[in-house]
Protein backbone atom coordinates (compact mmCIF):
# COMPACT_ATOMS: atom_id res chain seq x y z
CA UNK A 1 0.00 0.00 0.00
CA UNK A 2 0.73 3.63 -0.25
CA UNK A 3 3.18 5.21 2.30
CA UNK A 4 2.79 8.45 3.40
CA UNK A 5 4.64 10.75 5.77
CA UNK A 6 4.30 13.98 7.05
CA UNK A 7 7.75 15.32 8.66
CA UNK A 8 9.74 18.91 9.06
CA UNK A 9 12.98 16.88 10.27
CA UNK A 10 15.90 17.10 7.71
CA UNK A 11 17.59 14.10 9.49
CA UNK A 12 14.47 12.00 8.84
CA UNK A 13 14.47 7.99 8.85
CA UNK A 14 15.91 6.95 5.48
CA UNK A 15 14.56 3.43 4.58
CA UNK A 16 16.27 1.18 1.45
CA UNK A 17 15.31 2.89 -1.16
CA UNK A 18 13.75 3.44 -4.69
CA UNK A 19 12.61 6.80 -5.08
CA UNK A 20 12.92 10.16 -4.65
CA UNK A 21 11.01 12.61 -3.69
CA UNK A 22 7.33 13.30 -4.06
CA UNK A 23 4.81 10.67 -5.93
CA UNK A 24 2.30 10.32 -8.75
CA UNK A 25 -1.26 10.50 -9.63
CA UNK A 26 -2.59 9.33 -12.37
CA UNK A 27 -5.12 10.97 -14.30
CA UNK A 28 -8.71 11.87 -13.64
CA UNK A 29 -8.13 11.37 -9.86
CA UNK A 30 -7.49 7.59 -9.79
CA UNK A 31 -4.76 6.05 -7.41
CA UNK A 32 -1.56 5.80 -8.12
CA UNK A 33 0.09 2.04 -8.64
CA UNK A 34 0.56 1.01 -5.27
CA UNK A 35 4.40 -0.15 -3.72
CA UNK A 36 4.31 -3.71 -4.39
CA UNK A 37 5.58 -6.27 -0.99
CA UNK A 38 9.35 -5.89 -0.63
CA UNK A 39 9.88 -2.67 -2.74
CA UNK A 40 12.33 -0.57 -1.01
CA UNK A 41 11.22 2.83 -0.19
CA UNK A 42 12.62 6.00 1.42
CA UNK A 43 11.28 8.93 3.58
CA UNK A 44 11.92 12.12 2.32
CA UNK A 45 11.50 15.81 3.91
CA UNK A 46 10.69 19.31 3.27
CA UNK A 47 10.83 22.42 5.70
CA UNK A 48 9.11 25.24 5.43
CA UNK A 49 4.93 25.64 5.60
CA UNK A 50 4.01 23.45 2.94
CA UNK A 51 2.15 21.18 4.91
CA UNK A 52 1.40 18.60 1.30
CA UNK A 53 2.37 15.09 2.33
CA UNK A 54 4.98 13.58 0.87
CA UNK A 55 3.53 10.36 -0.64
CA UNK A 56 6.48 7.53 -1.78
CA UNK A 57 5.39 5.12 -4.55
CA UNK A 58 6.88 2.33 -7.31
CA UNK A 59 9.59 4.07 -9.33
CA UNK A 60 9.80 4.92 -12.87
CA UNK A 61 12.83 3.00 -14.09
CA UNK A 62 11.95 4.40 -17.59
CA UNK A 63 11.14 8.26 -16.89
CA UNK A 64 8.10 8.23 -19.43
CA UNK A 65 6.04 11.05 -19.17
CA UNK A 66 2.36 9.03 -18.62
CA UNK A 67 -0.76 11.15 -19.32
CA UNK A 68 -1.42 13.06 -15.89
CA UNK A 69 -3.77 15.59 -15.48
CA UNK A 70 -2.22 19.08 -14.19
CA UNK A 71 -3.61 19.54 -10.63
CA UNK A 72 -3.26 23.68 -10.90
CA UNK A 73 -0.55 24.27 -8.49
CA UNK A 74 2.74 26.19 -9.81
CA UNK A 75 5.70 24.80 -8.20
CA UNK A 76 8.97 26.86 -8.37
CA UNK A 77 12.46 25.46 -8.03
CA UNK A 78 15.74 26.92 -7.62
CA UNK A 79 19.61 26.35 -7.10
CA UNK A 80 21.96 29.07 -6.76
CA UNK A 81 25.76 28.95 -5.98
CA UNK A 82 26.70 25.60 -7.54
CA UNK A 83 29.76 26.58 -8.75
CA UNK A 84 29.74 23.76 -11.77
CA UNK A 85 29.05 20.87 -9.28
CA UNK A 86 27.36 18.99 -11.11
CA UNK A 87 27.40 15.59 -9.50
CA UNK A 88 27.49 17.50 -5.86
CA UNK A 89 24.70 17.86 -3.38
CA UNK A 90 21.23 16.92 -5.09
CA UNK A 91 23.40 16.75 -8.47
CA UNK A 92 21.35 17.85 -11.73
CA UNK A 93 19.90 14.17 -11.33
CA UNK A 94 18.72 14.60 -8.16
CA UNK A 95 17.14 17.99 -9.39
CA UNK A 96 15.53 16.70 -12.61
CA UNK A 97 14.05 13.48 -10.29
CA UNK A 98 12.68 15.87 -7.73
CA UNK A 99 10.79 18.08 -10.34
CA UNK A 100 9.81 14.78 -12.56
CA UNK A 101 8.46 13.33 -9.38
CA UNK A 102 6.55 16.36 -8.64
CA UNK A 103 5.18 16.66 -12.14
CA UNK A 104 3.96 12.99 -11.69
CA UNK A 105 1.44 14.37 -9.41
CA UNK A 106 0.18 16.83 -11.69
CA UNK A 107 2.28 19.83 -10.10
CA UNK A 108 3.41 22.34 -13.21
CA UNK A 109 6.92 22.81 -12.40
CA UNK A 110 9.72 25.84 -13.31
CA UNK A 111 13.35 25.51 -12.47
CA UNK A 112 15.34 28.64 -11.92
CA UNK A 113 18.88 29.54 -11.08
CA UNK A 114 20.12 32.53 -9.05
CA UNK A 115 24.06 32.32 -10.51
CA UNK A 116 27.60 31.34 -10.04
CA UNK A 117 26.45 28.20 -11.92
CA UNK A 118 29.72 27.57 -14.70
CA UNK A 119 33.19 27.58 -12.17
CA UNK A 120 34.12 26.27 -9.51
CA UNK A 121 34.96 21.92 -10.22
CA UNK A 122 36.92 21.10 -13.09
CA UNK A 123 34.29 20.56 -15.72
CA UNK A 124 33.70 24.18 -15.44
CA UNK A 125 37.35 25.48 -15.80
CA UNK A 126 38.07 23.04 -18.52
CA UNK A 127 35.29 23.35 -20.62
CA UNK A 128 34.69 27.79 -19.60
CA UNK A 129 31.27 26.82 -18.73
CA UNK A 130 30.04 25.28 -21.62
CA UNK A 131 28.99 21.49 -20.01
CA UNK A 132 27.77 23.11 -17.21
CA UNK A 133 24.65 25.36 -19.34
CA UNK A 134 24.62 22.30 -22.12
CA UNK A 135 23.57 20.33 -18.71
CA UNK A 136 21.23 22.67 -17.01
CA UNK A 137 19.30 22.71 -21.11
CA UNK A 138 19.11 19.18 -20.61
CA UNK A 139 17.98 19.48 -16.64
CA UNK A 140 15.28 21.88 -18.12
CA UNK A 141 15.81 25.26 -16.56
CA UNK A 142 13.48 27.93 -17.76
CA UNK A 143 15.27 31.31 -16.13
CA UNK A 144 18.92 31.90 -14.73
CA UNK A 145 20.69 35.51 -13.49
CA UNK A 146 24.59 36.28 -14.39
CA UNK A 147 26.33 36.07 -10.49
CA UNK A 148 29.82 36.63 -10.12
CA UNK A 149 31.39 33.62 -11.92
CA UNK A 150 29.58 34.07 -14.75
CA UNK A 151 31.85 36.19 -15.91
CA UNK A 152 35.10 34.35 -14.85
CA UNK A 153 36.12 33.28 -17.85
CA UNK A 154 35.97 37.14 -20.08
CA UNK A 155 32.41 38.73 -20.96
CA UNK A 156 32.76 37.37 -24.79
CA UNK A 157 32.87 33.82 -23.34
CA UNK A 158 29.46 34.84 -21.15
CA UNK A 159 27.81 36.41 -23.43
CA UNK A 160 28.08 33.39 -25.89
CA UNK A 161 27.36 31.23 -23.08
CA UNK A 162 24.03 33.01 -22.75
CA UNK A 163 23.25 33.00 -26.35
CA UNK A 164 23.79 29.27 -26.03
CA UNK A 165 21.49 28.67 -22.90
CA UNK A 166 17.83 27.17 -23.64
CA UNK A 167 16.38 29.32 -20.84
CA UNK A 168 16.54 33.26 -20.31
CA UNK A 169 19.23 34.94 -18.29
CA UNK A 170 17.61 38.11 -16.53
CA UNK A 171 18.89 41.14 -14.80
CA UNK A 172 17.76 44.63 -14.20
CA UNK A 173 20.75 45.99 -13.23
CA UNK A 174 23.37 44.29 -15.26
CA UNK A 175 23.98 47.27 -18.08
CA UNK A 176 26.39 47.87 -21.10
CA UNK A 177 26.44 51.98 -21.96
CA UNK A 178 23.68 52.40 -19.58
CA UNK A 179 21.34 50.00 -21.09
CA UNK A 180 20.46 46.72 -19.60
CA UNK A 181 22.20 43.84 -21.81
CA UNK A 182 19.33 41.19 -20.65
CA UNK A 183 15.09 41.77 -20.01
CA UNK A 184 15.29 43.43 -16.99
CA UNK A 185 11.92 40.66 -15.78
CA UNK A 186 10.50 37.94 -17.40
CA UNK A 187 6.35 37.19 -17.16
CA UNK A 188 5.59 33.26 -17.43
CA UNK A 189 1.87 32.13 -17.41
CA UNK A 190 1.47 29.11 -15.94
CA UNK A 191 -2.27 27.35 -15.09
CA UNK A 192 -3.53 30.66 -15.57
CA UNK A 193 -1.32 32.66 -13.80
CA UNK A 194 0.98 34.56 -14.60
CA UNK A 195 4.25 34.75 -12.46
CA UNK A 196 7.14 37.74 -12.95
CA UNK A 197 10.80 36.85 -12.17
CA UNK A 198 12.94 40.21 -11.51
CA UNK A 199 16.94 39.44 -12.22
CA UNK A 200 19.14 41.43 -9.54
CA UNK A 201 22.60 40.98 -10.38
CA UNK A 202 25.93 41.84 -7.68
CA UNK A 203 28.24 45.22 -8.57
CA UNK A 204 30.74 43.35 -6.26
CA UNK A 205 31.51 41.43 -9.94
CA UNK A 206 33.54 44.36 -10.43
CA UNK A 207 35.87 43.66 -8.11
CA UNK A 208 35.69 39.63 -7.90
CA UNK A 209 36.59 39.31 -11.67
CA UNK A 210 39.34 41.24 -13.62
CA UNK A 211 38.57 44.85 -14.16
CA UNK A 212 39.20 44.57 -17.96
CA UNK A 213 36.28 42.30 -18.51
CA UNK A 214 34.38 45.22 -17.90
CA UNK A 215 36.42 47.79 -20.00
CA UNK A 216 36.50 48.43 -23.44
CA UNK A 217 40.32 48.32 -25.04
CA UNK A 218 41.18 51.59 -23.78
CA UNK A 219 40.67 51.01 -20.16
CA UNK A 220 36.97 52.10 -19.68
CA UNK A 221 34.25 50.67 -18.12
CA UNK A 222 31.73 50.20 -20.29
CA UNK A 223 30.00 47.04 -18.28
CA UNK A 224 28.80 48.10 -14.85
CA UNK A 225 25.45 47.22 -12.56
CA UNK A 226 24.01 50.47 -11.43
CA UNK A 227 26.22 50.83 -8.74
CA UNK A 228 26.53 53.94 -6.55
CA UNK A 229 27.32 54.64 -3.20
CA UNK A 230 23.65 54.02 -1.26
CA UNK A 231 22.75 51.84 -3.78
CA UNK A 232 19.24 53.84 -5.06
CA UNK A 233 19.96 53.00 -8.53
CA UNK A 234 19.51 49.55 -8.16
CA UNK A 235 16.68 49.76 -5.58
CA UNK A 236 15.32 52.14 -8.02
CA UNK A 237 15.72 49.27 -10.89
CA UNK A 238 14.15 46.59 -9.34
CA UNK A 239 10.83 48.50 -8.05
CA UNK A 240 10.73 49.67 -11.66
CA UNK A 241 10.92 46.05 -12.91
CA UNK A 242 8.48 45.23 -10.37
CA UNK A 243 6.01 48.05 -10.81
CA UNK A 244 5.96 47.34 -14.65
CA UNK A 245 5.38 43.71 -14.06
CA UNK A 246 2.61 44.23 -12.40
CA UNK A 247 0.99 46.74 -14.37
CA UNK A 248 1.30 44.13 -17.26
CA UNK A 249 -0.97 41.51 -15.25
CA UNK A 250 1.61 39.70 -13.11
CA UNK A 251 0.01 38.23 -10.16
CA UNK A 252 2.88 36.95 -8.79
CA UNK A 253 6.54 38.46 -8.59
CA UNK A 254 9.56 36.60 -7.80
CA UNK A 255 12.65 38.37 -6.99
CA UNK A 256 16.06 36.60 -7.69
CA UNK A 257 18.74 38.09 -6.57
CA UNK A 258 22.92 37.40 -6.86
CA UNK A 259 23.66 39.63 -4.08
CA UNK A 260 24.54 37.70 -1.03
CA UNK A 261 24.68 38.64 3.30
CA UNK A 262 27.73 39.82 4.01
CA UNK A 263 28.01 43.63 5.23
CA UNK A 264 30.69 44.87 3.63
CA UNK A 265 28.67 44.03 0.40
CA UNK A 266 26.06 46.88 1.44
CA UNK A 267 24.57 48.98 0.31
CA UNK A 268 24.38 45.96 -2.22
CA UNK A 269 23.45 42.88 -0.08
CA UNK A 270 19.98 41.55 -0.08
CA UNK A 271 18.83 43.08 3.14
CA UNK A 272 19.90 46.88 1.23
CA UNK A 273 17.38 45.82 -1.41
CA UNK A 274 14.97 43.70 -0.34
CA UNK A 275 13.97 46.03 2.84
CA UNK A 276 13.51 49.32 0.36
CA UNK A 277 11.14 47.74 -2.32
CA UNK A 278 7.47 46.44 -2.16
CA UNK A 279 5.14 44.63 -4.23
CA UNK A 280 7.14 41.25 -4.62
CA UNK A 281 6.24 37.86 -2.90
CA UNK A 282 9.39 35.92 -2.67
CA UNK A 283 12.82 36.50 -2.76
CA UNK A 284 15.14 33.72 -4.34
CA UNK A 285 19.09 34.45 -2.68
CA UNK A 286 22.32 33.85 -4.54
CA UNK A 287 25.77 34.43 -3.47
CA UNK A 288 25.02 34.03 0.19
CA UNK A 289 25.90 30.40 0.14
CA UNK A 290 23.55 29.84 3.37
CA UNK A 291 21.21 27.19 3.61
CA UNK A 292 18.09 28.93 4.62
CA UNK A 293 13.73 29.33 4.52
CA UNK A 294 13.42 32.60 6.64
CA UNK A 295 10.99 35.49 7.09
CA UNK A 296 12.08 39.06 5.72
CA UNK A 297 10.06 42.12 5.56
CA UNK A 298 9.73 44.72 2.19
CA UNK A 299 9.45 48.03 2.71
CA UNK A 300 6.19 48.58 3.86
CA UNK A 301 6.31 46.08 6.69
CA UNK A 302 4.89 42.60 5.17
CA UNK A 303 6.32 39.43 5.45
CA UNK A 304 8.06 37.76 2.58
CA UNK A 305 10.09 34.27 2.59
CA UNK A 306 13.44 34.40 1.43
CA UNK A 307 15.09 31.26 0.03
CA UNK A 308 18.87 30.65 0.19
CA UNK A 309 19.45 27.10 -1.38
CA UNK A 310 23.28 26.85 -0.17
CA UNK A 311 25.95 25.92 -2.47
CA UNK A 312 27.00 23.42 -4.63
CA UNK A 313 24.02 21.65 -4.95
CA UNK A 314 23.49 21.14 -1.27
CA UNK A 315 20.15 22.86 -1.29
CA UNK A 316 16.99 23.50 -3.45
CA UNK A 317 14.31 25.66 -2.71
CA UNK A 318 10.62 26.28 -3.67
CA UNK A 319 7.77 28.10 -3.88
CA UNK A 320 4.50 26.54 -4.12
CA UNK A 321 1.24 28.33 -5.26
CA UNK A 322 -1.98 26.51 -5.00
CA UNK A 323 -4.35 25.85 -6.99
CA UNK A 324 -6.84 26.52 -4.69
CA UNK A 325 -6.84 29.54 -3.52
CA UNK A 326 -3.61 31.01 -4.79
CA UNK A 327 -2.01 31.05 -1.79
CA UNK A 328 2.30 30.88 -1.76
CA UNK A 329 4.36 29.04 0.59
CA UNK A 330 7.73 28.30 0.17
CA UNK A 331 10.64 26.46 1.72
CA UNK A 332 13.66 24.30 1.61
CA UNK A 333 15.01 20.49 0.56
CA UNK A 334 18.20 19.68 1.21
CA UNK A 335 20.88 17.32 0.89
CA UNK A 336 24.03 17.20 2.60
CA UNK A 337 25.70 13.67 2.48
CA UNK A 338 28.87 13.41 0.61
CA UNK A 339 27.06 10.80 -2.28
CA UNK A 340 24.14 12.21 -4.28
CA UNK A 341 20.98 10.99 -3.55
CA UNK A 342 20.84 9.03 -7.01
CA UNK A 343 23.64 7.35 -6.17
CA UNK A 344 22.63 6.25 -2.48
CA UNK A 345 19.21 5.19 -3.52
CA UNK A 346 20.20 3.93 -7.32
CA UNK A 347 17.80 5.73 -9.19
CA UNK A 348 18.89 6.36 -12.81
CA UNK A 349 16.94 8.92 -15.05
CA UNK A 350 18.18 10.82 -18.35
CA UNK A 351 19.80 13.29 -16.04
CA UNK A 352 21.99 11.08 -14.36
CA UNK A 353 23.37 9.48 -17.68
CA UNK A 354 24.07 13.20 -19.13
CA UNK A 355 26.56 13.88 -16.06
CA UNK A 356 27.78 10.29 -16.37
CA UNK A 357 28.44 10.96 -20.17
CA UNK A 358 29.82 14.79 -19.66
CA UNK A 359 32.54 13.61 -17.24
CA UNK A 360 33.53 10.93 -19.36
CA UNK A 361 34.03 13.29 -22.04
CA UNK A 362 36.15 16.09 -20.18
CA UNK A 363 38.22 13.47 -18.45
CA UNK A 364 36.13 14.24 -15.02
CA UNK A 365 36.73 11.90 -12.14
CA UNK A 366 35.03 11.88 -8.82
CA UNK A 367 36.86 13.99 -5.77
Known amino acids: MDITIKTKSLTALLLTCAVLFGGCA ?3 NEPATSVPSGTPVIVTTQTGTDDTPVVIREKNPTHERPEVTPNGDVVILVTGDTHSGIDKGFGY ?3 YEVRYQMELKGDTVLLVDTGDA ?3 SPIGFDTKGTAVIDLMNDCGYDIAIPGVREFHYGMENFLNLANRANFDYISCNF ?3 GKTVFRPYIIKEVCGRKIA ?5 TPKALTQEPAEFFQDGNGNYIYGFMQDEKGEAIVQAVQQSIDNARAEGADYVILMGHLGSEMEAAPWNYMSITLRVKGYDAYFDGYSHDLKSEDIIDSTGKTIKRISPGS ?3 GLGWVRISAKNGALTAGLYSWQDKITPTELFDIENPMTKKVRAA ?3 YGVTDD
Open 93 to 95: GGV
Open 118 to 120: IQG
Open 197 to 201: FVGIS
Open 312 to 314: NMN
Open 359 to 361: KKM
Open 175 to 177: VRD
Open 26 to 28: KGD
